[in-house]
């Protein structure tokens, strides 16, 4: 049973990961002031998922 919960954790960070990457691009693309402000905040909600600080 352990080793399930490794696995669905390893899933879990990967698919953080992804996201996070897809907000960083997106924040580079964007113009708008207030989407880089929005993205930013999500990143940083990512990044502590990531980090495992929630």
Do not use: C, P, Q
């Amino acid at each position: 049973m352990m080793h399930f919960y490794n696995v669905l954790t390893v899933l879990y960070v990967a698919f953080a990961v992804i996201i996070a990457g897809f907000i960083v691009v997106n924040l580079f693309k964007s113009k708008k002031v207030t989407d880089k402000i929005i993205g930013a905040l999500a990143l940083g909600m990512f990044l502590l998922r990531i980090f495992f600080i929630k």
